[in-house]
């Protein structure tokens, strides 16, 4: 079984910055990629950034700057770190696995609200 639980959520102010953690339980090998999504209110899930095995980075083109993802693969943990959050990044943040041979895997998701 295995499960992914993110971390790190929570109401913060405009400019501030946040760092979301996802943990992966169960055992787990040969994984492909990490990375996170999220999903604002009333919006399709939207990619944020993805990380390889080997640390190689993808990151989609409108957060590029405010966001860097890193991976601890000893514990098979994956972070984002947001930066100048703005009230627009308000949204559920999802953590998703892709495990080679094994199909993929999503967390339940942290909620951040950014509001002053």
């Known amino acids: 079984q295995v499960q992914l639980v993110e971390s790190g959520g929570g109401l913060v102010q405009p400019g501030t910055s946040l760092g979301l953690s996802c943990s992966t339980f169960?055992?787990?090998?040969?994984?492909?990629?990490m990375g996170w999504y999220r999903q604002s209110p009333g919006k399709q899930r939207e990619l944020i950034a993805t990380?390889?095995?080997?640390?190689?980075?993808d990151y989609t083109d409108a957060l590029k700057g405010r966001v860097t993802i890193s991976r601890e693969s000893t514990k098979n943990t994956v972070y984002l770190q947001m930066r100048n959050l703005e009230p627009e990044d308000t949204a559920v943040y999802f953590c998703?696995?892709?495990?080679?041979?094994?199909?993929?895997?999503w967390g339940h998701g942290t909620q951040v609200t950014v509001s002053s």
């Open positions: 998703k696995l892709w495990w080679l041979g094994h199909g993929d895997y």
């Open positions: 169960g055992t787990i090998y040969d994984i492909y990629r």
């Open positions: 990380i390889g095995a080997g640390g190689d980075t």
